[in-house]
């Protein structure tokens, strides 16, 4: 048998949730966001298993976007990060990739592109974020001068939002009004919306929303879990215990040996570590599942290995299913045990972990 670690990844829980989205915004177009290899998903998977049903997908990279051609994606493909230098754009035109325009040097490297590319951009504003983009009084210009360029297209406007996950912060109203009021004379096509736009400001949905994290099941919302949203986790990291021994009261357990037994107790031994992509800085007491039921971690990860207070779980015996995150335990419950959030523990998923689709 080989290494029972694996991430099970869900179809039907992808569909799900895109029809959430579109539940949601109903009369907007829909940009799956697949940058990071699908959030750690598998990129080619989710955009074939997602084609057809989405109008766009946005990634990072210009390899992430060849990358969507080459497995049969036709859909338009946004670069969100835009472009870097001027030599990309021949693969841009060649792919029909459309960048996000968010700098000067890139209207310079598109005035003296050839007009045989007809690039379609997305010019991105800054109503906030402090990011990317151009401030919103400068857009009239901006736009002017895209408007020059022989080799522009198509030309649409984007934002993005830095606190809509905290649906009372009034800063989310103040950036989609600054967008709302800069784009709504210029009769061009507008997207704002992430996932917690769409989940929790309906005035920013517009002409295209742009979903991630709520396509793979997790909660952006601060205050409501994936399961209040109506979203069902996609990925299932999984593996199985390697090992169960009795141990004594006062065992030192793992490296450093900080985590000591507190009685004679049975101690798990699961096949996943931080080189799996299991957070290093997952605190004792994370929740895990065994054979279904939380038992708490115990003592340092491993690269390879954590270990588990199986006290509740006498019974217990090696060959059992133990599940990291997904399907009965939320990823954000174990983000918060590591300090960190949903978003990272999926992409960080690491390539020796075989991405099961289920
Ligand atoms: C990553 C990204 C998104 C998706 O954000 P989620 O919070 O995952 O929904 C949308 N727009 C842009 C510009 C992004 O970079």
């Not at 297209?153 to 103040?174: K, V």
């Not at 994290?213 to 215990?241: C, E, R």
């Amino acid at each position: 048998m080989s290494r029972p670690a694996r991430a099970l990844v869900d179809a039907g829980a992808l569909r799900h949730n895109l029809e959430q989205v579109r539940r949601r915004a109903p009369r907007a177009r829909i940009m799956a966001v697949v940058k990071a290899d699908g959030y750690g998903h598998g990129l080619s998977w989710v955009a074939q298993t997602l084609n057809g049903s989405v109008d766009a997908f946005g990634v990072s990279s210009v390899e992430e976007g060849i990358h969507l051609r080459e497995v049969g994606i036709a859909r338009p493909v946004c670069l969100l990060e835009g472009f870097f230098s001027a030599d990309e754009l021949p693969l841009l035109a060649k792919h029909r990739l459309e960048p996000a325009i968010h700098e000067e040097g890139q209207i310079k490297a598109l005035a003296q592109a050839s007009a045989s590319l007809k690039l379609s951009v997305w010019l991105k504003i800054d109503t906030g974020m402090h990011r990317l983009g151009f401030a919103p009084a400068k857009v009239p210009e901006i736009l002017k001068q895209l408007q020059r360029c022989a080799a522009v297209a198509d030309i649409r406007l984007m934002s993005h939002f830095a606190r809509a996950d905290i649906p009372s912060d009034p800063e989310t109203l103040t950036q989609a009004d600054g967008f709302l009021s800069c784009v709504k004379d210029l009769g061009l096509e507008s997207s704002l919306a992430n996932s917690a736009g769409i989940l929790a400001w309906p005035q920013s949905h517009l002409d295209w929303v742009r979903p991630g994290i709520m396509l793979y099941g997790a909660s952006p919302l601060t205050q409501l879990s994936a399961a209040q949203l109506d979203l069902q986790p996609v990925m299932t990291l999984q593996t199985a215990l390697i090992a169960v021994h009795t141990r004594c009261k006062g065992d030192p357990i793992g490296y450093g040996g900080d985590w000591r037994c507190p009685e004679d107790m049975p101690v798990g031994v699961a096949a996943i570590g931080y080189g799996d992509g299991y957070p290093r800085h997952a605190v004792g007491g994370t929740p895990v599942l065994v054979n279904g039921m939380r038992v708490p971690l115990i003592g340092r990860v491993s690269m390879d290995m954590i270990t588990l207070d199986l006290h509740t779980q006498p019974q217990a015996k090696v060959g059992d299913p133990v599940v990291l995150w997904g399907q009965g335990l939320p990823i954000e419950e174990v983000a918060k045990c590591a300090g960190t959030i949903s978003y990272e523990l999926m992409c960080r998923v690491t390539e020796r972990i075989p991405r099961v689709v289920i």
